[in-house]
């Protein structure tokens, strides 16, 4: 697997992450607490989002009444999320021949964050605690019974699960005996029993990931050596020997998606790579040969890395290929797909749908539609009967007629860039008024990028007549190689210039009053907000820091020991902080070492067990700025992570919000 992939999918926990276990206790909780504004200053700040708004914002962000439908892979049972009076959601399961509904898993204190069917009469739920990130795998009969911690191991970090369909085994990689590396154990999900698979010795060069078949077979690894260079290893069928394919730089994108299960070529994979150009495309690859079959799909515009295969009943045949263009794009192949395509796309039109679920024959399948103005609906599609049948409106409150366009747009950077992006407008803006704007700067940076669909903030902000801005300034994934490097060692230089000439391009379309501009963000979003207060301190009259970066300094000396193998990488993206010239450059564009620059009012928001962007972060410039005799309202919850993922954190934050953007904007 190549680093540039691995990053690309879990880029805001490896390179914005931090894994610091900073756990509320009895005794002692994380952070500084005197900073914490009260709670007489947050009801405060709630009170100025004041007029006669049609929506609320429980409208927006309480949980919907039923979620994340799936059916079981004999198709007899569906199950579901459904929450109850105290906003937990709960997992249960319904017997589609008798009707019956049974409370498979229970969610207490902690939020169940993912769950799934193992087999027909098993279900799989992840779980941390109070959002650190200490992820558990759990697995359970659907009747609730027979419940197992899969991982029961303390302070350990599960990489990866992969289930070996038909059999009553997974293969997870957790960092168990070295913290700074993971190894594959496989688990019988009935019994709990494990066992090591494969040992990764060397620190200096680990594997970095592992290459499975459907069987469970190891077949490859990738090798980190010296941090930079990435080494895809293959073993030969019939030698047993695992010989290396492919040495690549880690910018560069050579990964095996799946073995290609519908040839009798057992070295067939599909796999996505840019040697050779500049945006990711997919490829057949025979890894003996060490040699492409052939080109499968590509883009000019945009990367392409997302393969959808059938299951053991199809022959494990292509169905599609799908990718994030200007909006989601779907690529037909397989004639089973392409007849579920044909049909879906005349009974929904414009607006997206995907596949959430399917039995193992493909007979039933549950559809999510959605768009701009939709949150997203649920249907069942009988795949032999050709029909769709409506199962669940997730957010019926929200009527589409209310809800706000969100225009792709794009615009020239001021050194030549096309930069792509989406703006939200609220109807007054179509109308010919100039509204208030949020810019919304988004995660990661690197490899992540905004998409155009439903998005509850913009929609939210929407409907307080605010215009919302996102901009996938350079270092954003999904438009090539080049456009993504182009933003390394640009983290709150040009990076912030992109997002400035998206200001200049919406202003300049005369939808946005130019006195009325707040930016808010969280992540790198949050340290975009600090910078942009900073940076351009004339072009914001506010702005919000959702658990954001204040020093990159912290920042990086706090990194756990699983990043330890990517730190080149770091100093690659980021600054080179043993550089002088660059840890010069890193200290310029530190937020809590520009607080001089800062003249607008801020709002700091942090989840006290925050694996990635520590408490500390916040403390800091809340800290620094008071110190200034500049205040700052600071919220802070003690039972949240990277992001709130509780109801009441969610609404109290998002009130919150609303009352900062409407007090300033109103001075």
């Not at 439908?69 to 009076?85: A, N, V």
């Not at 049974?102 to 964050?113: F, H, M, Q, Y």
């Not at 290459?211 to 050596?225: A, M, P, S, V």
């Not at 959605?370 to 009527?399: A, C, H, I, R, V």
Request: hydrophobic letters at 35%.
């Amino acid at each position: 697997m190549n680093l540039n992939s691995k990053i690309l999918g879990i880029t805001q926990v490896v390179i914005t992450s931090l894994m610091i276990n900073a756990q509320t206790t009895e005794n002692k909780l994380p952070g500084d607490p005197t900073l914490v504004s009260s709670k007489a200053t947050i009801e405060k700040l709630i009170s100025y989002d004041k007029g006669n708004f049609k929506y609320k914002v429980e409208d927006y962000f309480a949980r919907p009444k039923a979620s994340q439908f799936k059916i079981s892979p004999d198709g007899l049972y569906l199950s579901y999320k459904e929450k109850d009076k105290d906003s937990k959601n709960h997992v249960y399961v319904k017997d589609l021949k008798s009707g019956k509904i049974t409370k498979a898993l229970v969610e207490k204190d902690d939020l169940i964050r993912s769950y799934g069917w193992l087999n027909k009469k098993r279900l799989f739920y992840t779980q941390d605690k109070g959002g650190n990130e200490n992820i558990h795998l759990y697995a359970a009969d659907i009747d609730g019974k027979n419940l197992k911690d899969l991982t029961p191991f303390e302070g350990i970090t599960l990489n990866s699960v992969r289930l070996i369909k038909d059999t009553e085994f997974v293969i997870v990689s957790m960092n168990k005996n070295n913290k700074q590396i993971f190894e594959p154990y496989k688990i019988n999900f009935n019994t709990g029993e494990i066992t090591q698979l494969y040992e990764n010795k060397d620190v200096k060069s680990p594997i970095d990931d592992y290459l499975f078949d459907r069987q469970g077979n190891l077949r490859g690894y990738t090798i980190l050596e010296n941090g930079l260079t990435t080494k895809l290893f293959y073993k030969d069928l019939q030698t047993g020997k695992f010989n290396l394919v492919k040495a690549t730089d880690w910018k560069d994108t050579f990964s095996v998606i799946s073995f290609n299960d519908n040839s009798k070529n057992k070295d067939e994979v599909y796999l996505v790579t840019n040697l050779g150009s500049d945006k990711s495309r997919i490829v057949l690859y025979d890894l003996k040969k060490n040699a492409i079959i052939k080109e499968v799909y590509s883009n000019p515009t945009f990367d392409v890395s997302s393969i959808a295969q059938a299951g053991k009943s199809r022959n494990y045949e292509l169905d599609y290929i799908s990718y994030n263009g200007i909006k989601n794009e779907t690529i037909p192949v397989s004639k089973f797909y392409k007849e579920i395509h044909d049909k879906l796309t005349s009974e929904f039109g414009d607006k997206q749908f995907g596949i959430a679920s399917s039995d193992d024959k493909n007979e039933k399948l549950l559809v999510v539609v959605d768009s701009d103005k939709l949150y997203g609906k649920y249907y069942e599609y009988d795949t032999k009967n050709k029909t769709t049948k409506l199962l669940f409106d997730l957010m019926p409150q929200l009527k589409e007629e209310d809800m706000a366009e969100m225009r792709p747009i794009q615009f020239k950077s001021r050194d030549g860039l096309t930069i792509h992006g989406y703006i939200t407008l609220p109807k007054a803006a179509l109308n010919g008024e100039k509204v208030p704007l949020i810019v919304n700067p988004h995660g990661g940076p690197q490899g992540i990028r905004d998409d155009w669909g439903f998005n509850p903030e913009t929609q939210l902000f929407a409907s307080r007549g605010y215009a919302t801005l996102q901009v996938n300034f350079r270092i954003s994934g999904g438009y090539g190689k080049e456009f993504q490097t182009s933003g390394y060692k640009q983290i709150g230089r040009k990076a912030m210039d992109d997002v400035e000439d998206g200001v200049k391009y919406a202003i300049e379309q005369g939808w946005i009053d130019k006195s009325k501009v707040a930016i808010y963000g969280g992540s790198h979003g949050g340290y975009a907000t600090l910078m942009g207060l900073i940076k351009t301190p004339d072009l914001y009259s506010c702005g919000v820091d959702y658990v954001g970066v204040s020093n990159i300094f912290t920042f990086f000396d706090s990194f756990p020991e699983y990043w330890k193998p990517y730190k080149e990488m770091v100093k690659q993206i980021w600054y080179d902080l043993d550089n002088p010239e660059e840890a010069k450059i890193a200290k310029e564009v530190s937020p809590v070492f520009q607080i001089d620059k800062i003249k607008k009012p801020l709002f700091v928001v942090q989840g006290a067990n925050d694996p990635r962007v520590n408490i500390n972060e916040s403390d800091q410039i809340v800290k620094a700025l008071r110190s200034k005799g500049f205040e700052v309202p600071y919220m802070v919850k003690y039972d949240e992570g990277h992001g709130f993922g509780k109801e009441p954190n969610r609404i109290v934050f998002y009130k919150s919000m609303l009352g900062f953007f409407a007090e300033n904007f109103n001075k």
